[in-house]
């Protein structure tokens, strides 16, 4: 099994040239299963599909940002699997006042993987990043 992590960083900086990359290097790497952060899902704007095309099971968590400088509405996290998904649930981790702006959650994603793997649980894990929000980390 071949798994990746990759925060995509929305459609920031040079974003054209990043999306080929990606495209090339998902190819290149061919995982069954990818947790992505920063990824967005809004209406005309499904990023994970559209980067992985239809080859995956797409999982997308509910919360989502807002929108601020330097990052569009509907920016959060993608869980996506060659294999079938089964349940999906969040956990929600905007703990304080301090996270409003920012999709504090964890993604928990069921993969109904073929035998011998068999059912896979992934954990998504999407904390408020802020480097003086340690308190909001640790809850």
């Not at 790497?29 to 947790?35: N, Q, S």
């Not at 330097?70 to 060659?82: D, E, F, L, N, Y």
Request: aromatic residues 8%; glycine residues 8%; contains cysteine.
């Amino acid at each position: 099994m071949r798994f990746v992590t990759l925060n995509t960083w929305g459609m920031r900086g040079e974003w054209k040239e990043r999306e080929a990359r990606f495209r090339e290097r998902v190819e290149q790497l061919a995982p069954d299963i990818l947790t992505l952060q920063e990824t967005v899902h809004a209406p005309g704007n499904q990023q994970a599909r559209r980067l992985l095309g239809d080859g995956f099971h797409i999982a997308e968590a509910r919360e989502r940002e807002p929108g601020r400088v330097g990052a569009p509405p509907g920016q959060g996290i993608s869980t996506a699997s060659r294999w079938p998904v089964g349940r999906v649930f969040e956990v929600d981790l905007n703990l304080t006042e301090r996270t409003g702006d920012f999709a504090c959650t964890c993604l928990v994603t069921e993969i109904l993987a073929p035998q011998p793997l068999g059912r896979i649980w992934v954990a998504n894990h999407f904390p408020d990043y802020q480097l003086d929000h340690e308190r909001e980390r640790r809850l």
